[in-house]
């Protein structure tokens, strides 16, 4: 989602959630959204005014545009395995968030989909161990994926988060979806829900950016 000539708003993550290590899921520092963000290179399906989203690191996902805007931006934070980082926000989270030049506190909770490198090709629980930044995960149940074995998790933070991670088998590359929660009975929670189950059921791998590049080159 992916910025020429459009103004840009910053968006400044809170200590709080640096120092609980998982600003790469749930904020990032300095965040840059622009409008270019918000027309997103999505399709429209026409099943169930669903939009789909195509992500340039192989995968694509539909969601609902009357409710959700997809919000995507190169990996900021410390770690350094993040390629990517895709957030799903509200219509109204996305509003807040950006109508001020600087946002200041923590975000409200979301769905966030995140790439990362796996060059050692460890497996999934393996990979969930090794990132400090994922604190007390537990909750591991085996799940399916776009067609590949994925696994679901929980860990703490800031927020409560519920995730699936999976291999994409082209790259190794890690994709993590995760949905941070209140459990206050909030009714955002139950509106992200949505967003989260529709990504999961929807998600599907493509043909990746540098791989339509390297064609490109190639021929």
Known sequence: MNFKHLKQYRLLSSAAILVMGIATLTSLSFLRISQANQANPASTSGVNNQAVYTDRYGFKFSYSPTQFVVVSQSAQSGDTSALGWIAIWTKQDYQKI????????????????????????????QWIQQKDWIVDAKNFQQRTIAGHKG???????????????FKNPRDNNMILISFAKTNYGSSNDAVY?????????????????SEVRNYKTST
């Open 98 to 125: 950006s109508s001020v030049s600087v946002y200041e506190g923590d975000y409200p909770p979301n769905v966030t989909i995140s790439v990362h490198r796996n060059p050692q090709q460890l497996s999934l629980q």
């Open 193 to 209: 829900r949505k967003a989260f189950n529709e990504a999961i059921n929807s998600l599907k791998l493509t043909i990746a950016y």
């Open 151 to 165: 696994l679901f998790f929980t860990y703490r933070g800031l927020y409560e988060h519920e995730n699936i991670i």
